[in-house]
Each structure stands twice: as structure tokens, then as C-alpha cells.
């Protein structure tokens, strides 16, 4: 079964500095993945994804993630930071369900970022 | 404007009380779900729904019901609420029913059960 697992619950970097956050996934078959990003006291919203085109996928707010078949990993980079990236980042996998497709999120990963 | 919508945004009830939190979107979407967010678990999925009187389970669906009448539409029930469903609570929805389909997410209903 399709999941997920992001390395960090916390992540500390400093304005400017380069925002590395890692996923990687577990999948029998091509995974679908996605990363969005949940402000405080917000809802999500996405902020990109993958779904088997490119394997380097670009986002919003200068954002893009790589997929890597062979290390099963979809680690998100931002290469400078910024305060407002301060949020609460999930990856997550869609997989086939009885109805339909199922969502599997990851644990998440909150960003402080210090100026 | 664009928007899932979910009433109420906080909520605190007592154990065995029913009760229902609505979710609406006017986007036309036919796919809706709804998650649980918890602490160190991230968002697991309850129910979902590809299309009108279409549902199915998600990872953890017990205690909860949900009923799709309308394309807009997609209540949660708790028929008899318990503490270990304190929770914080999103609707989404999606355009497709494919797998690749963005989700865009309510505000996000916060439970009480005492």
C-alpha cells in the first residue's frame, strides 16, 4: 500500500538559507504526489505536484521538488527563504480505493524560518 | 469567489450528542472528502466521494457518516460523538475524480468532544 513518510517534524533555517524538506514514499506501482502547505489557522493549499510528466516539478512561491524513482523521494527545495515561508508543509500520495482514490498525507513538517 | 465553505468553525459538545458539520463547495467539483488533523498524524482521510450518492470509506472512517444528495454538499455526522474525536476537520474537493486532481481545502472545523 501506497504512504508516505516525511524525515523531520521540525525544520529551522535561516532567511536566505536554502529550505530543503524531505518525503518519501512507499508505492507498488507509479506514485502521484503532491506537497501543500498549511499557514496558521488556514486550511491547505497545494503547492505542487507530480503526476509522472517531469520529474522536476515547479511550484508556487519559488518552490519545486524532484521526483527520484530510484530513492522513492519527492524532497521539496526552496533556495532562499523567506519569513512568510514559515508554515506547516505535507506531502501526501493518492492510491486506488474500492469508490475511488484515496489521499495518504504525510506526518508533516513545520518551517521556522529566523531572520 | 471560489470556495469550500464549512460551518461551524469551532465547536464543543458533549459526549453522545449528535451532531453535523456542513461543508459546501461552488466550484462544481466532483470529488469531496473529508480529513482529520491531529498532532504528529498529519491529515487522514474519513470519507469520500466521487460523485452524488457515491461514497467510500477512508482510512478512518469509524464513528463518522457522511451523505452526498447534492453535488454542492457534504456533511459529516458524528451520531454519537467521544473524546478521541477532538479533532481538527477539513472538507475538500476536487474538480475530477482521477488521481492527479488538486484538492483545495475548507478553513478547517475545530471539535471539542467533551
Known amino acids: 500500500a501506497q504512504s508516505v513518510t516525511q524525515l523531520g517534524s521540525h525544520v529551522s533555517v535561516s532567511e536566505g538559507a536554502l529550505v530543503l524538506l524531505r518525503c518519501n514514499y512507499s508505492?507498488?506501482?507509479?506514485?502521484?504526489l503532491f506537497w501543500y502547505v498549511q499557514y496558521p489557522n488556514q486550511g491547505l493549499q497545494l503547492l505542487l505536484k507530480y503526476t509522472s510528466a517531469a520529474t522536476l516539478v515547479k511550484g508556487i512561491n519559488g518552490f519545486e521538488a524532484e521526483f527520484k524513482k530510484s530513492e522513492t523521494s519527492f524532497h521539496l527545495t526552496k533556495p532562499s527563504a523567506h519569513m512568510s515561508d514559515a508554515a506547516e508543509y505535507f506531502c501526501?500520495?493518492?492510491?486506488?480505493?474500492?469508490?475511488?482514490?484515496?489521499?495518504?498525507f504525510g506526518a508533516g513538517t513545520r518551517l521556522f524560518v529566523k531572520a | 469567489e471560489a470556495q469550500v465553505t464549512q460551518n461551524p468553525r469551532y465547536l464543543i459538545t458533549v459526549t453522545g450528542k449528535k451532531l453535523t458539520v456542513t461543508c459546501s463547495q461552488n466550484?462544481?467539483?466532483?470529488?469531496m472528502s473529508w480529513y482529520r488533523q491531529d498532532p504528529g498524524l498529519g491529515l487522514r482521510q474519513i470519507y469520500y466521494?466521487?460523485?452524488?450518492?457515491?461514497?467510500d470509506k477512508g482510512d478512518v472512517p469509524e464513528g463518522y457518516k457522511v451523505s452526498r444528495k447534492e453535488k454542492r454538499n457534504f456533511p459529516l455526522i458524528l451520531e454519537s460523538p467521544s473524546p478521541n474525536q477532538t479533532s481538527l476537520y477539513f472538507c475538500?474537493?476536487?474538480?475530477?475524480?482521477?488521481?492527479?486532481?488538486?484538492?483545495?481545502f475548507g478553513p478547517g472545523t475545530r471539535l471539542t468532544v467533551l
Open positions: 466521494s466521487m460523485n452524488v450518492e457515491v461514497t
Open positions: 475538500a474537493s476536487s474538480l475530477g475524480q482521477g488521481s492527479t486532481d488538486t484538492q483545495y
Open positions: 466550484m462544481n467539483h466532483e470529488y
Open positions: 508505492s507498488s506501482v507509479p506514485p502521484y
Open positions: 501526501a500520495v493518492t492510491r486506488r480505493g474500492t469508490g475511488g482514490f484515496k489521499t495518504i
